[in-house]
T-cell receptor, first 113, second 114 residues
């Protein structure tokens, strides 16, 4: 079962920042937070991941709370092409763990003009 | 383009039949993962292979099997097909046995069982 809770849907105006929350209150110390998105039945696409520090790349920023029980994915300037289902996943890295991703239901983000 | 190639893109077959889905991972990736996505179940992990050996198994039915060949491509075999097997089947690949970063997904095979 997925270890995360996300709102089922969110709307965002084009050009504005999209802030997608994720709760992972049972996260363990060695579990990373990953974000993927899936645009209309295409293959899921990796966005970003982090352990406890905030992370930023060309696609998004990931803000993880100090207690690591929740995080927020930020798309700084959402476009219509960012309309997708966004999945927040927690997973252990390193030897001894399985590499598969456990997807929940995600958040359906609709970017509107 | 993720670099992961899945064939065929679409497949329509009858109940009781057997089909084979093919996946070519990104160059240099040793792990291959198979996922099933149906309307009511979301993305479900089926199985992982690493360098030719089964590494992890998820919710894969006994009617389904997979293998990874020496050239690292993988095939997912689905037999005695039922209407409920209609779904999108995704393959993903990553460099290591346990990915430290991201997995790359193909565009999927849409299987329709009639």
């Amino acid at each position: 079962d997925a270890k995360t809770t996300q709102p089922p849907s969110m709307d965002c105006a084009e050009g504005r920042a999209a802030n997608l929350p994720c709760n992972h209150s049972t996260i363990s110390g060695n579990e990373y937070v990953y974000w993927y998105r899936q645009i209309h039945s295409q293959g899921p696409q990796y966005i970003i991941h982090g352990l406890k520090n905030n992370e930023t790349n060309e696609m998004a920023s990931l803000i993880i709370t100090e207690d690591r029980k929740s995080s927020t994915l930020i798309l700084p300037h959402a476009t219509l092409r960012d309309t997708a289902v966004y999945y927040c996943i927690v997973r252990v890295n390193g030897e001894g763990s399985q590499g598969n991703l456990i997807f929940g239901k995600g958040t359906k983000l609709s970017v509107k003009p | 383009d993720s670099g992961v190639t899945q064939t065929p893109k679409h497949l329509i077959t009858a109940t009781g039949q057997r089909v084979t889905l093919r996946c070519s991972p990104r160059s240099g990736d040793l792990s291959v993962y198979w996922y099933q996505q149906s309307l009511d179940q979301g993305l479900q992990f089926l199985i992982q292979y690493y360098n030719g050996e089964e590494r992890a198994k998820g919710n894969i039915l006994e009617r389904f099997s997979a293998q990874q060949f020496p050239d690292l491509h993988s095939e997912l075999n689905l037999s005695s097909l039922e209407l409920g097997d209609s779904a999108l089947y995704f393959c993903a690949s990553s460099r290591y046995r346990v990915p430290n970063t991201e997995a790359f997904f193909g565009q999927g095979t849409r299987l329709t069982v009639v």
